[in-house]
């Protein structure tokens, strides 16, 4: 079965700072997946990616399959970031339904 | 489109009693996912259903039963509540193309059994 770790559990940064969360995964994937927790408990998709490097806005997705390692970076970090980031990895072996990581909390303080 | 719906929001159910968690989606998604999660571990999955009519299980299902008679609606059945089976519970669904699997979640249902 994959495990999937995420680093840091937990994470509070000043706005404006550059944040990175980590994550990586045991078993050679389909997809890796970063999800958006926030307070109220909703949960979205930020990125589905397979390889290299994915943009929208602030939010930059990289991974490096050789390394089963992924990063998550938020430029110039606001307190609206403020949520669980939670990654997931889908593999042919499970059917491509996706395995997830207990996720990260970022608290952004202004 | 509403997209994944969920009712009810918030339950508590007495040690025993039995309820059904629904979740409804209207983008003709042909999967849906039933997840609980629990405070510090990530989403398990409890069942799915790849269409209407078949559904397998997950991870965590002992405890739980589903049903998919239509595409649209994917209830989950708690028959006698115990309180390990108090969670967060996330319906979601997907159009599966190939390998990527891009999942849309409900807004959840917070179930404490007493």
């Known amino acids: 079965k994959n495990e999937v770790e995420q680093s840091p559990q937990n994470l509070t940064a000043q706005e404006g700072e550059f944040i990175t969360i980590n994550c990586s995964y045991s078993?050679?994937?389909?997809?890796l997946h970063w999800l958006q927790q926030h307070p109220g408990g909703g949960i979205v998709s930020l990125f589905m990616l397979s390889s290299g490097k994915k943009k929208h806005g602030r939010l930059i997705a990289t991974i490096n399959i050789q390394e089963k390692h992924s990063s998550l970076h938020i430029t110039a970090s606001h307190p609206r970031d403020s949520a669980v980031y939670i990654c997931a990895v889908s593999y042919m072996e499970y059917g491509n339904k996706l395995v997830f990581g207990a996720g990260t909390i970022l608290r952004v303080k202004s | 489109n509403a997209g994944v719906t969920q009712t009810p929001k918030f339950r508590i159910l007495k040690i025993g009693q039995s309820m059904t968690l629904q979740c409804t989606q209207d983008?003709?998604?042909?999967?849906m996912y039933w997840y609980r999660q629990d405070p510090g571990m990530g989403l398990k999955l409890i069942y799915y259903s790849v269409g209407a009519g078949i559904t397998d299980k997950g991870e965590v299902p002992n405890g739980y039963n589903v049903s998919r008679s239509t595409t649209e609606d994917f209830p989950l059945r708690l028959e006698l509540a115990a309180p390990s089976q108090t969670s967060v519970y996330f319906c979601?669904?997907?159009?599966?193309?190939?390998?990527?699997?891009?999942?849309?979640f409900g807004p959840g249902t917070r179930l404490t059994v007493l």
């Open positions: 983008m003709n998604h042909n999967y």
């Open positions: 078993v050679g994937i389909s997809a």
């Open positions: 979601a669904s997907s159009f599966k193309r190939g390998m990527y699997n891009e999942q849309f």
